[in-house]
Structure formats: structure tokens, C-alpha cells
């Protein structure tokens, strides 16, 4: 296997150079464009990686899944589905159009930002601390490790330049679909994504839900099954931005995304895996990462299709 993880990782290493690492948050253009790193967990336990798989960076968008799970954790479901829909949008992640074109106001799904701001908001807790702090104990359960932390630098970097996404957040408290106070959501919704993780952590929580949310060593389940079949389920809808429809045909497994150049796949039953490469494509995939998943898919026959 690692010989596999090895020759997969230097014949895509090339696809590095055609892409580019994300600018519009400032502090992630100083990812190195060229790393392209692996981790595989599997439901025993082994764990296997190739390429720059200690690299830290920060989780992005994959943490939509986690936010998403505790969300539908803390809520009663019909309650969740009333402020964020089930469909893919079609459109870039940070796309503002549907709030306004849509007449239920709700975002599409919580995959996108304005999903997983809504999200964001029904996570339970009596202060922003308290939040923050059931919020990093929850990363932590799940990816089995407790140094996991936020990296300041990111954080204020989004929090000074996310004024889309604050757009989006005071379009969302304005028509009912979020309440309180919309800087305290945006301040969590920042933190979550600038949450630092390596492929080993994506991989943990991959296996997590691949796993129907028991941990595979303590048999402690930390997700419910429904819950983690909805996640994965939106994985495979959304979870690539607008090009999770090519990947679900040429991969085929339930995977998210995030512009800090992460990918979180979980293989139901079999294994969570963790890519990293930061040069991503037009639409904000890690343009190797996607390669590295094709041909790890076809070589192993994971495709759940
Ligand atoms: N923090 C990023 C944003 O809100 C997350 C985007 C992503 O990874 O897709 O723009």
C-alpha cells in the first residue's frame, strides 16, 4: 500500500504547477504550491500515507461536514432543513445570488458558505466562548487529537478580509433564516475554518463518518448513523463546489473540499483519507488532490457507484 501512496503521489505531483494556491484570504497564499501529501486510515486501524502528509494547513471548507453534524446534533432535523436546504446550488461556494433569487431565502445547502453560516448559527452554547469551546472539543473527539487548535494568523486574516461572506450572513439575519448577533456567528463560522489540521486528522474524521460515527478503536459512537449517512450524502451532492457531479463520475467517493488545499474522503465501511495540495483549480478543488483521489479510486475499486 504504501508503495501505491508513493507512485501515486510523485506521477500526479506535476499537476501542482497548473493550478494555484488561494489568494483571496491573504495568509493562504504562503502554501507552497508544489506539496502534495496523503494519509489513508482503514477500519483496521492501519494507517498509511505518502508526500507532504504532516503538513499542517487549514481545514477550510471540509469543516462544513463537522459544523453540519453538530448542527443536526443539537437540533431537532426538521428545524435545521427549515434554514438550509438539501440541493446542489450549482453555483460557487460563495456565491450570493440564490439568497436572494430563491423564494424560501434558505441556502441551497450547508456545503456552501451560506449554508455552513446558518449552520454555524444553531450550534448550541450559552456564550461565543462556550461555542468555540464545544466546537474545538468536537474536531478534537473526532480527529483523536487533542493539539488540534486555530491558527490565529488565518483567523484574522479571514475575519478582516470576509466581507462576502458577512454580506451574506446580514442578507441571512434579514430575512429570518438566522438570529442573534451575526458578527458572533461570522466570528465562529471564521474560527472554524482556520482550524489547523494535517492529513492524518482529515483522515480520522473521514473514517469517522466512512465508519457511521463509531471510533474504530473505542467502539464509542461520537455521530449518530443517520447523521453521519446525511453528511456523507451531502459529500457526494456538494461537497466538490460545483464540479462535485464530475468527481462523484470519475471518483465516486463521498468527499469534501476546502481552499486551504485539503480533501476529506470517507469510503463507507472501508476507510477515511486525507489529501493535501494547495494549488487548486478554478473552482477551488485541489487540482492534484483530485488527482490523486481518481486514480487512487480506480486502483483500489473504491467507487461506491
Ligand atoms: N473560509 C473560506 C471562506 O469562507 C472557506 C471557503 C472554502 O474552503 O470553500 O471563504
Partial sequence: ??????????????????GQVASYIPELKNANAEDLGICIIDKDNNIYYAGDYKKKFTIQSVSKTIILAMALMDNDWAYVFSKVGMEPSGDPFNSIMKLETDDTKKPCNPMINA???????????ATLKEKEERMLAFFRKIAKNDNIKINQAVYESEKLTGDRNRAMAYLLKNDGVINGDVEEILDLYFKQCSIEIDCVDLARIGLIFANYGIDIETGERVISENVSRMVKTFMVTCGM?????????????????????????SVPRKMGIGVYGPSLDKKGNSIAGIKVLEDLSKQLELSIF
Fill in 115 to 125: 449554508g455552513a453560516i446558518v449552520t454555524t448559527s444553531l450550534i448550541k452554547g
Fill in 241 to 265: 463546489y460545483d464540479a462535485s457531479g464530475e468527481f462523484a463520475i470519475k471518483v465516486g467517493i463521498p468527499a469534501k473540499s476546502g481552499v486551504g488545499g485539503g480533501i476529506m474522503a
Fill in 1 to 18: 500500500m504504501e508503495n501505491l501512496l508513493n507512485n501515486i503521489i510523485k506521477s500526479n505531483k506535476k499537476y501542482t504547477n497548473f
